[in-house]
């Protein structure tokens, strides 16, 4: 299970070359867990998302 701005979403971890805990980052392709991220290349990656949906009028708090 993810989370991502409070929408939840199960994926699966069959792809992912290493064992992933909780609070752990991940990157997601296609429902699929492809790849585990450091906790600040993850809130990096957020910090940009964010920046994109405000560039385009959205929330990110609502997305």
């Given at each position: 299970m993810v989370e991502v701005y409070g929408a939840r979403r199960q994926v699966n971890l069959m792809l992912?070359?290493?064992?992933a805990d909780i609070g752990d980052y991940v990157l997601v392709h296609a429902g699929?867990?492809?790849q585990k991220?450091?906790?600040?290349?993850?809130k990096?990656?957020?910090?940009?998302?964010d920046e994109?949906?405000?560039k385009m009028g959205v929330d990110s708090d609502n997305a």
């Open positions: 992912l070359p290493e064992e699929f867990a492809i991220i450091d906790v600040e290349a993850g990096e990656s957020l910090k940009l998302f994109v949906l405000r």
